[in-house]
């Protein structure tokens, strides 16, 4: 299972690129989502079943001028997971809320570019069964990526490597024991 920020990274692939048009800024796409899903997983050595539901508005905007075929996003999402073990019944939640933003473009070369993306809110929550609070994130994250956009006219393309990682405010999830914190709250 890994960290608790493979799961968050989970959640919220596809929808995590959010930032404010400036004027002139064309709008290609706007969703309102919503949705529920359910998964298990047995990493932790028991048997865990997940239930989901997720929500939130994501758009594109395209680039202009020099960041023509660069597409910038907005997310802003929330979500909530209920992780039950399937022998006991004893659960725990698991829910966020944030934005993700990608806020710069810089041409490297041809569709090549380094894009910039903040992640704000608590997008990162962990509650026992009655309630209290476990693990909390909040503040921001500051990512700056590579990735080649294929020159197209498409959002989208190939994600090349990560060049920079900065935390701002308390992630306790980055570094946490997900099977640890899953054991002690719902283990046999």
């Not at 041409?107 to 990162?124: C, H, L, M, N």
């Not at 080649?148 to 405010?169: A, K, L, M």
Request: glycine share 12%; net charge negative.
């Amino acid at each position: 299972m890994g960290t608790v920020r493979l799961m968050v990274a989970g959640l919220t692939a596809g929808a995590l690129l959010f930032g404010s048009a400036p004027a002139g800024a064309t709008i290609v796409e706007k969703v309102r989502y919503s949705d529920t899903d359910s998964f298990s997983y047995d990493d932790c050595g028991f048997t865990v079943q997940v239930d989901v539901e997720f929500s939130g508005v994501f758009s594109f905007r395209e680039g202009k001028h020099k960041n023509e075929t660069a597409f910038f996003g907005h997310d802003n999402f929330e979500y909530r997971e209920v992780h039950t073990n399937v022998d006991t019944g004893e659960f725990f939640v698991i829910y966020g809320n944030g934005n993700f933003r990608e806020t710069k473009a810089t041409r490297i070369e041809g569709s090549v570019f380094t894009f910039t993306s903040v992640v704000a809110g608590q997008p990162f929550t962990i509650e026992d069964s009655a309630g209290n609070v476990i693990l909390r994130e909040r503040g921001s994250i500051r990512e700056t990526i590579l990735f080649d956009t294929q020159g197209d006219n498409v959002p989208g393309g190939i994600f090349i490597e990560s060049i920079d990682f900065q935390v701002n405010g308390p992630h306790p999830g980055l570094t946490a024991d997900f099977c640890q914190i899953a054991s002690d709250l719902i283990g046999p």
